[in-house]
């Protein structure tokens, strides 16, 4: 029979408006049984809390007296707590260098790890991917040791040059030191993802272009980044959520490089102080409030500015 | 495909480029490595020899692996052991439970076109956006009235939220399974939950696997949800357990001499999942194409 | 169990008991008036002290003899000696961190400063004073003595300082009594480093005025939702007790134990600590100080001073505020906190 797929565009028949409405409420049933244990899930630890979170914000609580109902002063207290500014704009100035060197990095080794076949391309492409599988933590305690002027390899290498090196996690350098950590752990990532997307590209397509007289490099700006596009505004999202919210890293650096990562250095690391070290849950929901609040607006720009180019369906 | 690509490349003038790319190449993957040939050096050595000087990347002048290993899993009744269980049980029952939630919510979203599903759907990408950590300190304290702080439902429950799994079910789905496949499987008197075990789930299959890998790694590497919830030692998972072991090397307790228990334990944590992802590549490498083109 | 330094947080949000009715005379013989203070806030008492941390200086006997230095007394002396040190080509005479703010505090009590004057019989007062001469003495002589190039400014608590330590790179640790335990587990002192470690008085302000001091110390404390509070101070105060696990920990130099009992016996005193070539350190050293303690008064809210101490010196070495700067900076800011937390600050 043909009614079940044809029916929804059929136009003037008598019962195709019935029909649909039928299909319409049978798709409505299934569909959210289908949903049902996400949405319970999400609901409990995504809707619920957030609301949770707006709740406590307006209260404040303090050692000494009770705790009180302020509505939106902890806002405003947060909006205006140096603390809490210093801590926006170190990741603000973080993930504006951060992100082009990311993406910089894992698409220049796709393009090339998508142009050779080679045993050790693909050796290659595997061991660059591997610090996805390290835990964040280990791979800050890793660098953490390397970065040592006394006993990590920089004192050796340097050393050879009769220099002395640099100390990544001194309070001057420590961006240096973050922004390489960083970059480490996540390239990998990145670059399986432009990778699988470039191994999607219909190859006629180079055939073309170089029939035309196109060299590599030519057919890698014209042909492979502009078609990859979609998938580098993905890692360009991921990138910007993971930066706004950074904590783990410079948390777990934070007793090597004391002096040079305070209790506030992020946002986000501000909102673990104020709650789980100060006690202070209220203004440290304010501020887990607030950094939501930032990476919300920040995608969604960014997904508004690349809407014709994303893939995000908006 | 790149084949051609690869065999002109080999011919004529590109040959200089190849050399200075597989240079560059074998660079970056040094890079990558160096953290690993470091920590499989640094194993070797004892507290002495870790700080008194000697190549930070080469072995110990007594290599031992195995007073390093047996000083790791007796430290403290053994609680190293514990951790790796935790860990693996976090990471399991997290990522297949949320693998579950996800295939289910995305083939919904793919397949039926219910009544608010353009809503529900911005909500979830709107979700894709939420900070984790910007939930944790609520979700402790909702879990903290409902007095499953502490547990392991602490960690297990909160990880069965992945909206980007759905998201990437519901793309796959959207574009692998004709509509003409369910219905025939319908008209043929299917149930909706049959048909999609039966039909749908198998062409999925691919997506399916690259989610639960995905899961399974973000749960296993979770840091800050088990640090916030949990405050029992013989819970924590690896991560946790060794960031904490790292904060008391730090600091006067603990006598100083754990930092070699620290490293060879970040070692040993880090080889079930180095190993899985060799012997998975094949799942993986296929599967983050979804999601990314159109 | 719980930092002595972190006692007064607890109490004043309810948390712990007051045991002072189950601490008879006999038990309070048991540990020194320091002893007691620390666990105190007021006229409560809300732990029983387990162990503590006496200060005293610790430095490389072979470091001393080739530079010709004796033990320094004073302060004045230590600056002297870390200067004919440093001209002789010698390495860093010790170590200004910014993770020892337990320590930076002693030193300011040490240098007549009252950082904190709490009562809980008026709970929302509190007496704040992180900015005055005494203390910031204490910092701009630090800060004086690394911007000359004689203490080293590495985080004391990192595999950094330790690989220092193991390389003969500090003349001086400014320690306390557990500081051995830690570092000899380090690695410190063994192989080429062996017995070359001595302890010695820590230099004082004043050498007519001698002031002992104590970084450290942890006690066990009841908490306020014990249904049985009486048995629980019991278990407390005799906890430790144990004379295998206490004399384990102090053989170890990891603990200093606080229980008169030991601190007067002859075995504690005439041990010869292995770490320090098998000087009798206890005896001439540690023991004294721990007796003349006579205890601190710590703030409720140890965790934001100390981050805004460590943050203080940290700007210090950075160049970024002048020990003055940093000190009355670090006085608004807490004093702030303090104000926003409810206190009155006096």
Known sequence: ?314 | MTRTNAIENKRGPRRPKQVFTHVFLGAMVVYFLIPFWWIVVASSKDAQALFGGGSALWFSENPDYFGNLVALFTFDNGIYLRWLTNSTIYALSGGVGATILAVLAGYGFAKFAFWGRRFSFSLLLGAVMVPQTALVIPTFILLSNMGLTNTMWAVILPSLLNPFGVYLMYVYAKDAIPDELLDAARVDGAGEFRTFIQVALPILRPAVVTVLLVSIVATWNNYFLPLAMLSDPRLYPVTVGIGVWQGLASSNNGGGSIWSIIIIGALVSVIPLAISFLALQRYWQGGLTIGSIK | MIEADRIPNYQIQGALADISDYVDASIRSNFSDGAWNDVSVGAGIYGAPIDGGPMGMIYRTDVFETYDITPPTTWAEYETAAETVKAAGGPLFGNFATDAQAAIMALQIQNGATPFSYDPTNPGDIGISLNDTASKGVLEYWARLSEKGLVGTTNQFTPEYIAGMINGDYATEISAAWAPGYLSGAGVGAGDGEGKWAAAPIPQWDANNPVAINWGGSAFSVTAQSSQPELAAKVALGLYADDASLTHGWENQIIFPLNQQVLGSSEFNDYEVPFFGGQQANKEVFVPAANAYKGFTYSPFAQFYYEALGEAVATIHAGEATASEAADTMQSRVAAYATEQGFTVK
């Open chain 1, 1 to 314: 029979m043909s009614t079940t797929t044809k029916q929804p565009q059929e136009a003037g028949s008598n019962s195709a408006p019935k029909r649909k409405l039928r299909t319409k409420r049978r798709h409505t049933v299934a569909g959210w049984l289908f949903m049902m244990p996400f949405t319970l899930v999400f609901l409990t630890f995504l809707v619920a809390p957030l609301f949770y979170a707006a709740y406590l914000s307006t209260f404040r609580s303090a050692l000494v007296g009770d705790t009180k109902f302020v509505l939106f002063d902890n806002y405003v207290k947060a909006l205006t707590d140096p603390q809490f500014l210093d801590g926006v704009s170190f990741v603000l100035r973080f993930a504006v260098i951060l992100i082009p060197l990311q993406m910089g990095v894992s698409l220049i080794v796709a393009l090339l790890l998508d142009q050779l076949t080679t045993k050790f391309a693909k050796a290659a492409r595997l061991m660059i991917f591997l610090p996805y599988a390290i835990p964040l933590v280990i791979g800050a305690i890793m660098w953490g040791f390397l970065y040592s002027k006394n006993f990590g390899p920089m004192g050796e290498i340097f050393g050879l040059i009769g220099a002395i090196p640099p100390d990544l996690l001194s309070r001057e350098l420590i961006f240096f030191g973050l922004l390489n950590l960083v970059t480490w752990q996540w390239a990998g990532y990145y670059m399986i993802i432009i990778f699988a997307a470039l191994q999607g590209i219909d190859s006629t397509l180079y055939e073309a272009a170089r029939i035309d007289g196109a060299n590599n490099l030519q057919i890698a700006l014209k042909i492979k980044i502009p078609l990859v596009t979609p998938a580098l505004v993905l890692i360009l999202i991921f990138a910007l959520i993971g930066t706004l919210q950074f904590f783990n890293e410079p948390q777990i650096l934070k007793p090597l490089a004391a002096g040079a990562i305070d209790a506030s250095f992020t946002p986000n690391m501000y909102a673990y102080q104020q709650a789980f070290l100060l006690g202070d849950f209220n203004y440290g929901s304010t501020i887990s409030f607030v950094l939501g609040a930032v990476v919300f607006v920040f995608v969604y720009i960014f997904i508004f500015a690349t809407r014709r180019r994303g893939g995000f369906m908006l």
